[in-house]
């Protein structure tokens, strides 16, 4: 009976801490009315908050699974490989020969292109459609990273664990992980880095050495000396095989 109290606790807001602030000595916390996730400690902490990063990121309750699945196909889909004779519509080169970015429109380009256009304020569309395009790498990666720190609190304050996330925390977890994989696919290293961390420690997921390997492999080729470290090391304890021995010790 003590156990079903416990995990009943362990949902409910006020047991979390301010999106805004991080206080969580607070009475009582309320959660965003429309997505009904993150919490404050008040109106003015809300207020802020939505006017810094929430407002774009704020999913309602109702479309918050679809958006998620969606975005997660998108990331698998810039992950897939694409023609040879496939050209970029922003450069006109070949898209085999640079790393390619997919929008949410599903249209592919070059990741320096779509760069270069999102530094441009009167480009932000895609050029062949004309849909918004998606944030650059540095504001997915920043937003999934908070979303990651806001979960890692409640770990590391004994209100969760990352073997059973509360719903709450998962949702914002699979977030955080959808974003770094949306800043993974346009090149970040940091990222990849921390893709390849979770999977190897299991945070939020099931622990998955490959996909490990692949994310750390991604961002050592960028010269992420954290993830060479990490690639090494991973690729030593596995062991068995030749190409992965010399791979790990180079």
């Known amino acids: 009976m003590s156990s ?17 602030c991080a206080a969580s000595n607070v009475p009582k916390l309320s959660a965003c009315s429309r997505c009904g996730v993150v919490v404050y400690c008040s109106k003015a902490c809300q207020r802020a908050h939505w006017k810094f990063s929430h407002k774009k990121y704020c ?14 196909n998108a990331s698998q889909d810039a992950q897939s490989p694409v023609a040879a004779e496939e050209k970029c519509a922003i450069c006109l080169n070949l898209l085999s020969d640079e790393p ?14 779509v760069l270069e ?40 304050r004994g209100l969760a664990t990352w073997s059973a ?31 390849g961390d979770v999977y190897e420690k299991g ?3 099931a622990e998955d050495e490959e996909e490990a390997a692949h994310w750390f492999r991604k961002a050592a080729n960028q010269g992420h000396v954290l993830a060479q470290q990490c690639l090494g090391a991973l690729l030593a ?8 021995d010399k791979e790990a010790v180079l």
């Open 117 to 156: 256009l999102q530094k441009l304020d009167v480009k932000q569309a895609c050029p062949l459609c004309r849909s918004s395009l998606t944030p650059g790498p540095v504001e997915l990666f920043d937003e999934a990273t908070r979303r990651y720190v806001m979960v890692q609190r409640r770990v590391l």
């Open 237 to 244: 304890r596995r062991g068995g095989d030749a190409q992965r």
């Open 203 to 205: 945070h939020g997921v």
């Open 59 to 72: 999913i309602a309750k109702a479309d918050r699974a679809p958006q998620l699945q969606t975005s997660l």
């Open 165 to 195: 996330l509360p719903t709450s925390a998962q949702l914002e977890m699979d977030a955080a992980i959808t974003g770094w994989r949306a800043a993974a696919d346009q090149g970040s290293a940091m990222a990849q880095f921390l893709l």
């Open 4 to 20: 079903r109290k416990e995990d009943k606790k362990s949902t409910n807001p006020n047991s979390d801490v301010c999106s805004n």
């Open 100 to 113: 390619a970015s997919t929008l949410s429109c599903t249209h592919v380009f070059h990741a320096s292109c």
